[in-house]
């Protein structure tokens, strides 16, 4: 159980465009998804969490007219990458949060597989 | 979140435990301490996480010191599908509006 997606796994795009990333939570509800980026040889960074039928909340230093994100169901999230330029390229990596067992207090977040976004 | 602390990185002979230490001395009683992995290109992979209590499941255990300022993740018998970086990650019990904080991990290296 607990199977996060994305979609795409690898694009590459034109500078200048945009580019739709998807995250769904395959076997339960999530309320809140967050979106990471990694660049090469570097740890994860979250870039922004989002929640359920609201308005995302950006970390320091992300644009949030450039990476939109949507939030339109309890099993889906999409990044858009707005008018991509080169400096853009990295693995962006969403997680979604999983409440925990019947009775217990912890909750766990299970990653998608990644995207590589490869910006020309 | 409390900060964690761990080796750079790691060799484990194939077969072999491999034990991963984190220190996080500064870790308050309701925060967990998660573990995780990221095999390279790939998203992190959620192994296992713990209070107080020891814990284990079919990929690892988890060690908690009774102070609970450290822990060691133990691979009981490693193959080379485990070479990966693992983080040792804090968090608060029903944190999840809150997104994880990544440390540079533990490379592990499982030698043949």
């Known amino acids: 159980g607990a199977v996060v997606s994305q979609h795409p796994s690898r694009v590459i795009c034109k500078s200048g465009t945009s580019v739709k990333i998807e995250c769904r939570s395959l076997?339960?509800?999530?309320?809140?998804m967050f979106w990471y980026r990694q660049f090469p040889k570097q740890s994860l960074m979250l870039m922004a969490t989002?929640?359920?039928?609201?308005?995302?909340?950006?970390e320091q230093g992300v644009e949030k007219d450039k990476f939109l994100i949507n939030h339109a169901s309890l099993t889906l999230s999409t990044l858009t990458v707005t008018s991509a330029h080169p400096e853009d390229s990295s693995f962006y990596i969403c997680?979604?949060?999983?409440?925990?067992?019947?009775?217990?207090?912890?909750?766990?977040?299970?990653f998608g597989p990644g995207t590589r976004l490869t910006v020309l | 979140d409390a900060k964690t602390t761990q080796p750079t990185s790691m060799d484990c002979a194939e077969g072999r435990a491999a034990n991963l230490p984190c220190n996080h001395s500064?870790?308050?009683?309701?925060?967990?301490v998660y573990w995780y992995r990221q095999i390279h290109s790939q998203g992190p992979q959620y192994i296992i996480h713990?209070?107080?209590n020891n814990e284990t499941n079919e990929m690892a255990s988890l060690i908690i010191t009774e102070d609970r300022k450290s822990s060691t993740l133990i691979l009981p018998h490693a193959t080379l599908r485990d070479t990966a970086v693992y983080y040792c990650?804090?968090?608060?019990?029903?944190?999840?509006?809150?997104?994880?904080?990544f440390g540079k991990g533990t490379h592990l290296i499982i030698q043949p």
């Open positions: 997680s979604a949060n999983s409440p925990g067992l019947a009775g217990g207090p912890t909750d766990t977040q299970y």
């Open positions: 076997d339960f509800q999530a309320t809140t």
């Open positions: 989002s929640n359920e039928g609201s308005k995302a909340t950006y």
């Open positions: 500064t870790i308050s009683g309701n925060e967990y």
């Open positions: 713990g209070l107080k």
């Open positions: 990650i804090v968090r608060y019990s029903g944190g999840g509006a809150d997104g994880l904080t």
